[in-house]
């Protein structure tokens, strides 16, 4: 078996987890969002040093099967509001004011569409129809669309859409210079209900432009490389499939969805029966809660609170992170959402930056070791967070840079808490797991405040998102509406989607006798198992059933091992120290370098655990055990859960 390279690409750094049989190396790479390509393979080219002791990146990519990848990307460009300006055009019996019932859903429009929208009245004769669709593509060019949607009612099944569309492709023929792409919302879903399938439509065509720039550039440099498989990109339904074969929209919060598979696969390992994982990044905190042992997914998934047409991951991303900017607002710290990203990044990057973030923080604090930061790749400049602390935070407070320090730390932390605690109530069973370069920082801090007395810090931590990628499957879901519930009509509608299941596959490279495949039948919002000829009871007297059949290809996973609770573990000793303000304090903390401590070992905060690729603060009060296969986990002892 060849290589298996997993890349999840952050607003602020690029994670790279590469599978060689029972091994794992990783590396990061600093996001460039200029070219996302090139910070791709930056670190592929820097994997290939790792495993052959030059950088070699060609033989890298020859001897890989599969590489799979997954971004923040689109989650960040809507937290941000940074896309394309979109216009709608609307069919009779659909409007504006449908798809705004609420002040959310209004801000969402006037950011995303604003005054770019038309109605069309496809009562009209074709002549008129035809006139008043030129006159509607040319207003809303005018007004600045670069980009625009159509769609009408579901009572036809998309014929008007249809229509309009034989009218534009027509006068607007695709091949000429300036031509605007257009998206039909019935092609892009199937869905009855008008408002979802045109949010989804729209929230697709915002996301469009900047993944497929990106992903197909990327896909003929790999190509140059010689790569032996097409880049299969990995989807917020948890498969994964090529570039020409993946919708924009499934790009969304596909990041937070690998974390949500690796803490999966975690979790059931060591037998966790309440897990919430927390993933800090660069610019967002994408929380997690698993349920009845599997992800949570929410059958008409949520986007930045709108409902669509597709499932989703249940995943809360919050405008939280490692670069998340700390500013004066009223004279109050607000944490987020924006960010700085990783151009210029936070001030101790040394890029330019002058807005303070956490990173800048911890930094001053002393958690931080400039020195050592992504495994010393990047050396961080103290001097220039600390005046970015002094200049935005301390002085509009008029207070010190400690005292700044410390309200920047219990801001950031309260943030994180307050989105725990929105996704559920955490009961003495659950487990924190933090992960993401970020999560382990203040991972005890946020877990006391949250009422969480054990945290797992997986070994993979900073690349967690990208090893869990690794647990996906090469697969493809389609969904037809039968409106003949007959024995016969049923037969066809399945017929309609093995041929489409058969086509995608194809084009993968796979033939569908090697896949498994699964027939669901959809009634309103459930999902029921359907094998043969006749319907579920649930659906009867329905006139028409919408059946989904998912296909999958399995591709090979690492296999997890490790315990908990032996008895082999030795003391951890440290060796060094690093003076760290804690609790307004600054102590000389013990610090442990993972790299030159043996596992299984054990030990007791307060303490300052490093890696090359995160450093998480032990409080006291919490003591720690370490396995065999790297994980750790932390365990607040009874006294200090007392004094909280």
């Excluded at 997986?458 to 967690?464: D, R």
Aim: hydrophobic share 40%.
């Amino acid at each position: 078996m060849g290589l298996l390279i997993n890349i999840d690409t952050g607003g602020t750094l690029t994670d790279f987890c590469i599978v060689d049989g029972d091994r794992i190396h990783r590396t990061k790479s600093v996001t460039t969002a200029f070219d996302l390509s090139r910070c791709l393979f930056d670190g592929l080219t820097k994997a290939s040093e790792q495993l052959y002791g030059t950088e070699d990146l060609r033989r890298l990519i020859a001897s890989t099967d599969h590489i799979r990848y997954s971004t923040t990307q689109g989650t960040n460009a809507l937290v941000e509001r940074k896309g394309p300006r979109l216009g709608l055009i609307y069919l009779t019996g659909l409007d504006a004011d449908q798809l705004t019932p609420d002040a959310n859903s209004r801000d969402l429009y006037a950011q995303l569409i604003d005054q770019r929208h038309v109605t069309l009245d496809v009562s009209r004769d074709e002549k008129r129809l035809e006139r008043e669709a030129v006159s509607a593509v040319n207003h809303l060019a005018l007004a600045g669309a670069v980009r625009l949607i159509v769609a009408g009612p579901d009572r036809n099944r998309g014929v008007d859409e249809r229509r309009v569309k034989h009218i534009l492709l027509r006068k607007f023929p695709p091949h000429l210079l300036g031509a605007l792409p257009v998206l039909y919302s019935h092609e892009l879903v199937a869905d009855a209900d008008d408002v979802r399938r045109t949010w989804t439509a729209v929230l697709n065509a915002f996301l469009h432009p900047g993944m497929e720039r990106f992903l197909y550039s990327t896909e003929h440099r790999l190509r140059e490389q010689k790569i032996r498989k097409p880049l299969l990109i990995f989807r917020n339904d948890g498969g994964a499939s090529r570039v020409a074969r993946t919708p924009a929209i499934k790009t969304y919060s596909s990041g937070p969805r690998g974390g949500a598979e690796a803490l999966h696969a975690l979790a059931s390992h060591y037998g966790f029966t309440s897990t919430i994982g927390i993933d800090v990044g660069g610019t967002t905190t994408d929380l997690t809660a698993l349920k009845d042992g599997g992800v949570r997914t929410q059958r008409h998934g949520i986007i930045e609170g709108v409902t669509t047409s597709l499932p989703l991951c249940d995943v809360t991303s919050v405008g939280v992170g490692g670069s998340s900017i700390i500013r004066v607002v009223n004279a109050a710290l607000r944490v987020g959402p924006d960010s700085v990203g990783s151009t210029p990044g936070p001030a101790c990057f040394g890029f330019g930056g002058t807005l303070p973030t956490i990173t800048d923080a911890l930094l001053a604090m002393g958690l931080l070791n400039p020195q050592t930061y992504l495994g010393g790749a990047l050396r961080l400049d103290p001097t220039a967070g600390r005046a970015a602390i002094e200049a935005q935070v301390a002085q509009p407070l008029g207070i010190d840079v400690e005292t700044a320090l410390t309200r920047m730390e219990s801001a950031w932390v309260s943030k994180v808490v307050d989105a725990i605690r929105s996704i559920g109530k955490p009961t003495s069973e659950t487990v924190l797991a933090a992960f993401g370069g970020a999560g382990p920082l203040l991972a005890t801090r946020v877990a006391a405040a949250a009422g969480i007395t054990r945290v797992l810090i997986p070994g993979l931590a900073a690349v967690f998102s990208a090893f869990g990628v690794g647990f996906s499957d090469i697969v493809h879901e389609f969904e037809q509406t039968a409106e003949q519930l007959t024995a016969t009509g049923l037969k066809a509608t399945k017929d309609e989607l093995i041929d489409l299941a058969r086509r995608a596959m194809f084009a993968e490279g796979i033939e569908l006798d090697e896949c498994i495949l699964a027939f669901h039948v959809l009634p309103g919002d459930q999902e029921l198992p359907f094998t043969g000829a006749s319907l579920p009871q649930q659906v009867n007297g329905r006139s028409a059933v919408t059946l989904r059949l998912r296909a999958v290809r399995s591709l090979p996973r690492f296999k997890l091992a490790g315990a908990f609770g032996g008895t082999d573990a030795k003391p951890i000793q440290p060796r060094s120290t690093r003076r760290t303000l804690v609790h307004s304090q600054w102590l000389d903390l013990p610090v442990i370098t993972l790299s030159q401590t043996s596992a299984p070992s054990r030990g007791a905060g307060p303490l300052v655990l490093e890696e090359d690729f995160f450093t998480a603060l032990v409080d006291a009060g919490w003591s720690l055990e370490r396995n065999s296969a790297g994980d750790i986990l932390l365990t607040q002892d009874r006294a200090s859960r007392e004094r909280l």
